[in-house]
T-cell receptor
Framework: EAGVAQSPRYKIIEKRQSVAFWCNPI?????LYWYQQILGQGPKLLIQ????????DSQLPKDRFSAERLKGVDSTLKIQPAKLEDSAVYLC?????????????FGPGTRLTVL | GQSLEQPSEVTAVEGAIVQINCTYQ??????LSWYQQHDGGAPTFLSY????GLEETGRFSSFLSRSDSYGYLLLQELQMKDSASYFC??????????FGSGTQLTVLP
């Protein structure tokens, strides 16, 4: 079974530029998550989708971050304009949404550096 | 909201047993998960406690006490490959995870 795919793996941009990340979850997984992990910290949830609907985006900085999950499969996360403090690894995860344990499976992440 | 506290670093020798503690303050708490993350890698699921008590999975065990808002991860027969960061994460009502800041485990030969 293929895992969660993310691209690009690395991205370097200058502040005030825009950037987009792509995620393809595990086939059949209804729930998709985007996390931000700053160096030395735990992942922080940015947004959670169930199918193509948003479940939780309370920690998404909506003035600059946006995300969509068209057709309930792939998802993109966009930052526009980027700030220095956005330098982090952006992790995508998916889960089957069966309740109970509902293990989240993480992709390899996109390491963003904002100069 | 939820907040979790865990030690920042733990060091142990190969073959030893180590316990990583996690305390939490939450609203809408459903359970406690543990994830392992090697440098540059993705977090991978280790264990989940939805009920009080001990869950055992091979060399790893995890414990939860809801009355004490406390859990721990126990790693036995430590191996060099266990050197990694370990995160406790609280599951909320919509199954969203709130992660602790992580414990860096170093296993010495």
């Amino acid at each position: 079974e293929a895992g969660v795919a993310q691209s690009p793996r690395y991205k370097i941009i200058e502040k005030r530029q825009s950037v987009a990340f792509w995620c393809n979850p595990i086939s059949g997984h209804a729930t998709l998550y985007w996390y931000q992990q700053i160096l030395g910290q735990g992942p922080k949830l940015l947004i959670q989708f169930q199918n193509n609907g948003v479940v939780d985006d309370s920690q998404l900085p909506k003035d600059r971050f946006s995300a969509e999950r068209l057709k309930g499969v792939d998802s993109t996360l966009k930052i526009q304009p980027a700030k220095l403090e956005d330098s982090a690894v952006y992790l995508c995860a998916s889960s089957m949404d069966r309740g109970g344990t509902d293990t989240q499976y993480f992709g390899p992440g996109t390491r963003l550096t904002v100069l | 909201g939820q907040s979790l506290e865990q030690p920042s670093e733990v060091t142990a020798v190969e073959g030893a047993i180590v316990q990583i503690n996690c305390t939490y303050q939450t609203s809408g708490f459903y359970g406690l998960s543990w994830y392992q993350q090697h440098d540059g890698g993705a977090p991978t699921f280790l264990s989940y406690n939805g009920l009080d008590g001990l869950e055992e999975t091979g060399r790893f065990s995890s414990f939860l006490s809801r009355s004490d808002s406390y859990g721990y991860l126990l790693l036995q027969e430590l191996q060099m490959k266990d050197s990694a960061s370990y995160f406790c994460a609280a599951t909320g009502s919509a199954r969203q995870l709130t992660f602790g800041s992580g414990t860096q485990l170093t296993v010495l030969p």
